[in-house]
């Protein structure tokens, strides 16, 4: 039994190390853009939307290469959002202060994302050839409210891309995408770390109005 426990996770890390072998230079640059638009958005710095532009553009391509058609609207929309957060940053870049949504957004905000993510799973099960229909719906529906609420600079969207990014690992592995799922898993660790210093810099927001 351990042998074969053994034998299978030595063919999956092989499997695993090939496919990154594998990576489209496409792929490469759109994960290391993603990678720097996060860490820019942890340091709440405006040209984060500028990453963001670049490699969701490129991922547009790949997802929808991949069957994965719902990331692939994401991913459009991801590319437009960048612009709308850019120019939204850009705008108050004195007075955006980080906030904090009330229980009962939180509340109507997840139970609308789940019937719309229910919906759109179900449809795209029955009339199209998408891979793993529910998971990419629910992972696309709610990255749409997280990416808005980034751009509002509410506190608590670190707190969904958690759950979110931990989802697309699993998602992007099953489409052999496999540096992308290292980075949904960078992406996870860096959104606990966004959420500390985020909700850091709203106690000294909430202590300088004091």
């Not at 792929?27 to 709440?44: D, G, N, P, Q, R």
């Not at 029955?126 to 506190?155: G, I, R």
């Amino acid at each position: 039994m351990e042998i074969t426990i053994f034998t299978a996770m030595e063919q999956f890390f092989t499997n695993f190390l090939q496919g990154i072998h594998q990576t489209s230079p496409f792929e490469w640059i759109a994960v290391c853009c993603s990678i720097c638009y996060l860490l820019l958005a942890i340091k709440e710095s405006i040209y984060c939307w500028m990453f963001a532009f670049i490699s969701s553009s490129i991922y547009v391509y790949i997802a929808y290469s991949v069957q994965l058609h719902l990331d692939a609207l994401l991913q459009l929309f991801y590319v437009a959002m960048a612009v709308v957060g850019f120019v939204n940053w850009n705008k108050q870049k004195e007075d955006k202060k980080i906030i904090v949504w009330k229980f009962k957004y939180h509340f109507f905000n997840i139970i609308a994302t789940l019937i719309l993510s229910l919906t759109l799973g179900y449809i795209f099960q029955k009339y199209t050839n998408q891979q793993s229909p529910y998971l990419d719906a629910m992972a696309t529906c709610f990255s749409l409210t997280a990416t808005f609420m980034v751009t509002k600079k509410v506190l608590e969207n670190w707190i969904y891309w958690i759950v979110i990014d931990s989802a697309l690992v699993y998602l992007y592995l099953t489409r052999n995408l496999e540096l992308t799922s290292v980075l949904m898993f960078i992406y996870t660790i860096l959104a606990l770390k966004g959420y500390f210093t985020w909700r850091k810099h709203y106690q000294t927001q909430l202590a300088n109005t004091q």
